[in-house]
């Protein structure tokens, strides 16, 4: 079957350092999405992407994130200068069409910044 | 400010029991609505999704909706062990973002 797939599955960074977290969604599926869930917390929306644009993004999508496919199957998140607090859990999640809602996630990043 | 409220447990039924999951929305305009299943340091896993007021039933699960009310219901008959998890109920509306809730825990008891 079919699946999200995230690398790395872990990451340790010191605060202040750039990191890109990749996926790889499913592979017919044209909307891809980024959450992230801090230890403890709700599963947070961050962006959404279709057609090689950004469709939504939250609040919590600053200037310090970025997303970009930079190739046919790739689908990555940037962050720029991480804080202690993007310490989380990152989820990539995709879905097939317009008229499809169901999102299937990744098994997630968890990124840890000292 | 779309809203997602869940009970967060723990809920302990015994194995075989049917376990009853509550989800409360307040943005009247969301449009579909979603069950996960998360265990613990793993992602959310789809187990069902409901459109239309009333039931949906797959397998053990059912899904009710009931959207004058703004709420959404999972059932989970013949519980099992391994139907211990964390259960995360998600909305969404024009946007096609996921709102999550914060999850109910869910422990089946052998």
């Known amino acids: 079957e079919p699946e999200v797939t995230q690398t790395p599955s872990h990451q340790v960074t010191q605060m202040g350092q750039e990191v890109i977290l990749r996926c790889v969604p499913i592979?017919?599926?044209?909307?891809f999405y980024w959450y992230r869930q801090i230890l403890g917390q709700k599963v947070e929306f961050l962006v959404s992407?279709?057609?090689?644009?950004?469709?939504?993004k939250s609040e919590i999508f600053d200037d310090q994130f970025s997303v970009e496919r930079p190739d046919g199957s790739n689908f990555t998140l940037k962050i720029r200068s991480t804080k202690l607090e993007d310490s989380a859990m990152y989820f990539c999640?995709?879905?097939?069409?317009?008229?499809?809602?169901?999102?299937?996630f990744g098994p997630g990043t968890r990124l840890l910044v000292l | 400010q779309k809203e997602v409220e869940q009970n967060s447990g723990p809920l302990s039924v015994p194995e075989g029991a049917i376990a009853s999951l509550n989800c409360t929305y307040s943005?009247?305009?969301?449009?579909?609505f979603f069950w996960y299943r998360q265990y613990s340091g793993k992602s959310p896993e789809l187990i069902m999704f409901?459109?239309?007021?009333g039931d949906k039933e797959d397998g053990r699960f059912t899904a009710q909706l009931n959207k004058a009310s703004q709420y959404v219901s999972l059932l989970i008959r013949d519980s099992q062990p391994s139907d211990s998890a964390t259960y995360l109920c998600?909305?969404?509306?024009?946007?096609?973002?996921?709102?999550f809730g914060s999850g109910t825990q869910l422990t089946v008891l052998p």
């Open positions: 999640a995709s879905s097939l069409s317009l008229a499809s809602e169901t999102q299937y």
């Open positions: 592979s017919n599926h044209l909307y």
């Open positions: 992407f279709y057609n090689n644009e950004i469709s939504e």
């Open positions: 943005d009247r305009g969301s449009q579909s």
């Open positions: 409901i459109y239309s007021n």
């Open positions: 998600a909305v969404t509306g024009s946007a096609r973002q996921l709102t």
